[in-house]
């Protein structure tokens, strides 16, 4: 059910004019119900602050293998679950296999079970 939401603040909130900022079909009854259900899962479940644990046990872990492997993994970022690595442009595991390493790496990861996606 195609729905999106965002919080605005004014003065910005005025610089979006009417259809700007939605899609066709994206408030239907039916997808507000949905989307409103969904929103008190989240609530009722405490999944921000799951997300927020979770995130923050992970992020260690990855700063931990981050100065233990230094020359594959620069940098960690992020917030909660979203989080971004850096890898390194030369990683000997990846090279010469015809596909960008973070391709490779996202593969992988994606063979392990995990949810990611390449940026940048």
């Known amino acids: 059910f195609p729905i999106g939401a965002f919080w605005v603040r004014a003065p910005y ?5 009417p259809g700007t900022h939605a899609s066709t079909f994206g408030g239907t009854p039916l997808a507000c119900a949905v989307a ?7 609530q009722r479940e405490d999944l921000a ?3 927020r644990a979770v995130g923050e046990h992970l992020r260690t872990k990855l700063l931990a293998l981050s100065q233990k492997y230094p020359s594959a993994l620069k ?7 979203m989080l971004g690595l850096e890898l390194a442009p030369d990683i000997p595991a990846f ?26």
């Open 75 to 81: 940098t960690v970022r992020g917030l909660g679950l």
């Open 13 to 17: 909130a005025d610089l979006l004019g």
């Open 49 to 51: 602050d799951n997300a």
């Open 36 to 42: 409103l259900r969904v929103l008190e899962v989240i």
């Open 95 to 120: 090279a010469n296999h015809g596909e960008a390493p973070s391709i490779q790496f996202v593969n992988r990861l994606h063979d392990a079970g995990l949810l990611t996606i390449p940026s940048g």
